[in-house]
C-alpha cells in the first residue's frame, strides 16, 4: 500500500511542477523546495531520490515552462549534501564509493582555487557534491527497505517513459527533435544516454533480485526501455546495451576472454565501423541508421580534432577547471556550427582533460574503475564498466555533475556495493551454481 501511495506522489509531484512553470519561474522554484523540505521531513529519502532525478529530467529539457529547474537544481543539491551529512553518522548512510575518488577531489578543487571563475567554483562543488549525497541517499534508502526502494525507482522510471510515450501520440511536437523522439528528456541523444545507463541499472537490479518483480511488470518495463530505445534512433545507445549483453556471455565463460575481445574491438574499431556500415546497407536501414552521419559520428570528429588541438596547445598536464569545456564550446558556436557541428565535446574524456589536465582525467578514472575493481567479484560488473565508458567516449555526460544520467552510474556503483558489502554477491552466486547443477542432474536423468 506504501509504494502505491508514494508512486501517486510520484505522479502528483511531476503534474505540479509542471503547472508551478506555467505560472511562472520563481513559482516553480519554491514548489520544488517546498517538495523536498516536505520528502525530507517525512523522512521518504526513497521519494527524495527519483523526484531529484525528475528534477534532473526537468533540466534537461528544451521547454521554456521547465527552465526553472536549470536554476534550482545546484541549490536542491547543496540542501540534499547537507542532509547526507547529518545522515553519515548512521552505519545506514555508509558512502563507500569517496576514497577512491579522493584524488578526483585534489585536482577538481586544485583546478578551481587557481581559476576565480564563480561558474568553474559552483560546478567544482557540484561535482563533489553528486558523489557524496547520490550513495549516502540511496544506501540509507537501501538499506531502510531495499525491497520498498528499488520498486519505488523502477516504477517511477517507468512512469516516465510511459509519459514520453504518451506525448508522442496526444502532442508529437513536445517530445520530438529534426523527427527523432526525446521523450522527456531535451534531445534524442539524452534519452539514449538515460536509457543506456538506467537499463544496466535494471539489469544490475534484476541479476541479484530476480524476484523483485513480477513477470508481467518486468516485460513491460522493457518493453517502455525498448520502445522508447527505438524511437530514438540512438546508434550509440543501441551498441552500448549490445556490447553489455556480448561481454555478459563472454564474462560468463572467461574473464580473460573478455579482455582479449576488449583488446581486439578497440585495435580493430576501424575495421569494424566499415564492417558495420556495410552490413547496415546490406540490410537497408540506411535511413534508421542515419549511414550518412555514421562516419564522422555525426559531426564528432569535427569537434575532436578542434578540442584536441586547444588541449595540445593549453591544457595538457593542467586544466583551466571544471566546466571550461562548456564554455569553450559556448564562445565558439557559431564556428563550430558552419563547420558541420552541434553541441559538446562529445566525449567525456576529452572534456576531463581540457578541464583538469591528464592527470585529472587519471584521477577520475582511478576513482571509477577503482570502484568497480572493488566489486569485480561481481561477475557482471566488468560488461558494466565496458558499456559505460564506451558511453562516455561518445557523450560527455560522465564529466558533468548535475544531469540525469552521471546520477544514474553512481546509483550502479553503489548498488554494487552495496550487494558486494551485504553479500548478497555470494549468495546469488550460491543460487546460480544449485540452479545449473539442478539442470544437469534432470539433464543426465533424462539421457540415462
Do not use: C
Not at 501517486?8 to 519561474?25: C, T
Not at 574499431?269 to 555514421?294: D, M, P, S, V
Not at 572493488?374 to 557523450?395: C, D, H, Q, R, W
Amino acid at each position: 500500500m506504501k509504494l502505491y501511495r508514494d508512486i501517486l506522489q510520484f505522479v502528483a509531484i511531476f503534474v505540479l511542477w509542471i503547472l508551478a512553470g506555467f505560472v511562472n519561474e520563481y513559482v516553480a522554484m519554491a514548489t520544488v523546495v517546498g517538495v523536498f523540505g516536505y520528502l525530507i521531513a517525512q523522512n521518504k529519502f526513497g521519494l527524495v531520490i527519483v523526484s531529484y532525478l525528475l528534477l534532473l529530467v526537468f533540466s534537461d529539457s528544451r521547454h521554456g515552462f521547465l527552465s526553472f529547474a536549470i536554476t534550482i537544481k545546484p541549490i536542491v543539491t547543496v540542501l540534499l549534501g547537507v542532509i547526507s551529512f547529518l545522515l553519515t553518522n548512521k552505519n545506514w548512510a555508509k558512502n563507500s564509493l569517496m576514497q577512491f575518488y579522493i584524488p578526483f577531489f585534489v585536482f577538481v578543487t586544485i583546478t578551481a582555487v587557481f581559476n576565480p571563475d564563480l561558474n568553474i567554483l559552483l560546478k567544482s562543488l557540484s561535482v563533489f557534491l553528486i558523489i557524496y549525497l547520490v550513495p549516502t541517499l540511496a544506501n540509507y534508502a537501501l538499506k531502510k527497505d531495499r525491497e520498498y526502494f528499488l520498486k519505488l525507482f523502477f516504477y517511477s522510471l517507468g512512469i516516465l517513459l510511459i509519459m514520453g510515450l504518451t506525448l508522442r501520440v496526444v502532442s508529437p511536437a513536445l517530445v520530438l527533435l529534426n523527427e527523432r523522439y526525446t521523450g522527456v528528456l531535451g534531445n534524442p541523444n539524452g534519452l539514449g544516454i538515460f536509457i543506456t545507463v538506467y537499463y544496466f541499472l535494471f539489469q544490475v537490479t534484476l541479476y541479484y533480485f530476480p524476484r523483485l518483480f513480477d513477470r508481467r511488470i518486468k516485460y513491460l518495463l522493457y518493453f517502455l526501455i525498448f520502445a522508447s530505445l527505438i524511437l530514438s534512433q540512438s546508434r550509440n545507445a543501441m551498441l552500448n546495451i549490445a556490447v553489455f549483453h556480448v561481454f555478459m556471455f563472454l564474462n560468463k565463460r572467461s574473464v580473460t576472454l573478455s579482455f582479449i575481445v576488449l583488446s581486439v574491438i578497440i585495435a580493430s574499431y576501424g575495421f569494424l565501423l566499415t564492417f558495420a556500415i556495410n552490413i547496415i546497407q546490406w540490410i537497408g536501414i540506411e535511413k534508421f541508421a542515419r549511414i550518412e552521419t555514421l562516419e564522422d559520428g555525426s559531426g564528432r570528429t569535427i569537434a575532436w580534432d578542434y578540442f584536441w588541438g586547444k588541449i595540445e596547445r593549453h591544457n595538457y598536464w593542467f586544466g583551466t577547471g571544471v566546466g571550461s569545456t562548456e564554455q569553450l564550446f559556448k564562445e565558439n558556436y557559431t564556428m563550430l556550427s558552419r563547420m558541420g557541428h552541434q553541441g559538446n565535446a562529445h566525449n567525456s574524456f576529452l572534456t576531463l582533460w581540457y578541464d583538469l589536465g591528464v592527470f585529472g582525467v587519471i584521477a577520475f578514472l582511478i576513482g571509477f574503475i577503482g570502484n568497480m575493481i572493488k566489486t569485480v567479484k561481481n561477475y557482471i560488473a566488468f560488461p558494466i564498466a565496458v558499456g559505460l565508458l564506451l558511453s562516455a567516449n561518445f557523450e560527455s555526460w560522465l564529466s558533468a555533475s548535475l544531469n540525469p544520467f552521471h546520477i544514474g552510474a553512481i546509483l550502479i556503483i553503489t548498488l554494487l556495493h552495496y550487494v558486494t558489502d551485504e553479500k548478497i554477491n555470494e549468495k546469488r552466486a550460491k543460487e546460480l551454481q544449485e540452479e545449473k547443477l539442478s539442470k544437469q542432474r534432470v539433464k543426465q536423468a533424462q539421457t540415462s
